[in-house]
């Protein structure tokens, strides 16, 4: 089986919806594209505490407001997974990731950094 590649135009509506969720004031502790190998595919996942506090239903309804008012973007609620800080599969995340990288000296923002089997936007300690 052939893994699928991950494109641009699905790296740039995951920057742009991290962004309206923000805008919405939805807490977004870690957003990366992940390559889950079982699925054969990749998601954008999105970490917030919402999905611990307020649970997973309430923060889907959440995203999926705010996909309805972005501008036509090729994402859906099938290609997102909320996690939780407190999620064991995060847990797991972070392990198979590693720690983030260290800040960079300076007021300027990392760029996303890019891997075989993720994309990564923000990560969280």
């Known amino acids: 089986m052939y893994k699928t590649l991950l494109v641009e135009q699905e790296i740039e509506d995951g920057k742009k919806l991290i962004e309206q969720l923000e805008a919405r ?3 977004v502790s870690a957003a990366l ?4 190998p079982e699925k054969n595919r990749w998601r954008l996942v999105i970490v917030s505490p919402v999905a611990d506090s307020q649970g997973p239903l309430k923060g889907y309804g959440r995203i999926q407001k ?3 008012e972005m501008e036509p973007i090729n994402l859906s609620l099938d ?5 939780g800080k407190e999620d064991p599969e995060y847990r797991d995340l972070k392990q198979a990731l590693g720690p983030p990288r260290p800040k960079s000296s300076g007021d300027r923002k990392r760029p996303p950094r890019p891997f075989e089997d993720e994309y990564v936007y923000r990560w969280a300690r």
């Open 79 to 83: 290609d997102i997974r909320l996690m």
């Open 33 to 36: 594209w992940y390559y889950f």
């Open 25 to 27: 004031r939805f807490p």
């Open 66 to 68: 705010a996909l309805g």
